[in-house]
Structures are given as structure tokens and as C-alpha cells.
């Protein structure tokens, strides 16, 4: 009960925090509107006046884009992976060591309070306003509207471990920049947020199911908009669900190393 009361006041903090720099988050939402106006502009140009591609309506294309759009700003409100990479160049990541609480989980609940008051003071009333507004496709019954929030919180995790994990790769190398392109274009192509999986050839398909980037936009957006149903989605669930653990795992291994690194370095 102290630990959640410990890691529950970083969420307070960080949501406290995010009210003051109120510029940071009305200029990150003004990003994400020009974002959402070029991908929509450009798939309505794909569509050209045509009423479906590849089995998807345009409508459902649009909303696809508009809840990758909405996940994106979501996943966006979190620390920042060359944040974490300054405080392991600056060194500041070791006083966090030498505190009584887990690191990762310490920044998790930051992004929490960071990310719930984005939702509320700005992606919620912009997003609110565009459905009520724009023909966009919406989920068929209440059931789909708490899978689609379940599967995009398992997202935002998937997202949160791997994106920490390479953000920890400063202990042991010098200079990321290029691995961080890398991994970046990766998320941004394989996990669907602005190609849906569906128009990939077939061999582009499978290897980005077999990888964890689908879980982040992907399966959220095709539970949202109608594309996966039934059984498809519990199991679609069950793949983010192994991703999530994978993912975890993976980010307990590299920060175990990395402390051990500074420990050992005497930081």
C-alpha cells in the first residue's frame, strides 16, 4: 500500500506539473491537428472518390486515422525517450538510483498524470467535437468502446517498456542517434499508426504480426473501427497481452544491467 501511495503522488506530481507548462501542451496539439490534416488529406486523395479499398470503407479509413491520431497524441504525452538518454549522459539518472523507489515504475506513473491531463484538457474536447462533427465511424456497442480502451492502454504500455528499453541503451553506448531513427521508423511503419496493416504486401504483413509494434496502433484502431470482431479480438488481446509481458521483461533486463553498470562504475 506505501509503494502504490509512493508512486500514486508522481502521478499527482507530474499531472500538477503538466497544468503549469499549459503552452507545451496546447503546442503539442496543434502538432497533432497538422499531423491529422496531412494523413487525412492524403488518404482522401488514395480514396478518390471511391466508397471502399481493400474491404475498408472511407469513413472507416478516416476514423482509422483520426483514433491513430488520438493514440499517437496519447502515447506522445509520456517521457520522452531523449529525456531519458540526457540523464544518463548528464549523469542525473543516478540520483534517481540512489532513491527508494524503481525507476521505470517512477517514470510510468509520471506519464500517467502527464498523459491524464492531456486526455482532459486537450485531446478529449478536440476529439469529442471531431466525432460529433465529421462522418466517422464509430464501435457498434458499449462492449467494443471498453475493449478498444483495454487494448489501447495495453498499447501504451507495449509502447512505454520498449521505448524505455532503448532510452537505457545510453549506459552502454555512446552515441544512439542512429539506432533511435531506426526504431523510430520501425514503430511508426510496422505498428500500423498510419498504414493500416491490411494494405502492406503480404510479406511486410506477417513480419510486422510477429512483431510487438502492432499492439501500440494497430489492434486498437482495427477494434475501433469494426475490422477485427468476435473471437478475433480476444485473441488479438491475448497477442498484446504477450507482447506487454515480453516487453517488460525486456525492459527489466536492460535496467538491471544498466544499474548494475553504474553501480559497478561507482555512479
Known sequence: MFRFRLYWTFTKKAFLRSAVYRFDVWSRLGSNLIFLLMWGSIWTALYAGREEAGGVSFESMLTYIVVSQFLTGVNGAGTPLWEIQEKVRTGDISLELMRPFDVPLRYLFADFGSVAFYILTALLPLYTVMFIFMDLTLPSG??????????????????????????????????????????????????????????????????????????????????????????????????????????????????????QKVVVQGG
Do not use: H
Open 142 to 259: 458499449w462492449e467494443n468502446w471498453v475493449l478498444f480502451i483495454i487494448s489501447a492502454f495495453i498499447g501504451f504500455l507495449i509502447r512505454y517498456c520498449i521505448e524505455m528499453s532503448f532510452g537505457l541503451l545510453s549506459f552502454f553506448l555512446v552515441e544512439t542517434g542512429g539506432i533511435v531513427d531506426v526504431f523510430y521508423f520501425a514503430m511508426s511503419l510496422l505498428s500500423g499508426s498510419v498504414i493500416p496493416l491490411w494494405f502492406f504486401p503480404g510479406w511486410l504483413e506477417t513480419m510486422a504480426l510477429y512483431l510487438p509494434f502492432q499492439g501500440i496502433y494497430y489492434i486498437p484502431n482495427a477494434i475501433f473501427i469494426g475490422k477485427i470482431s468476435g473471437s478475433e479480438i480476444l485473441l488479438s488481446l491475448g497477442v498484446q497481452l504477450f507482447w506487454a509481458a515480453a516487453s517488460y521483461l525486456l525492459l527489466r533486463f536492460v535496467w538491471n544491467r544498466a544499474s
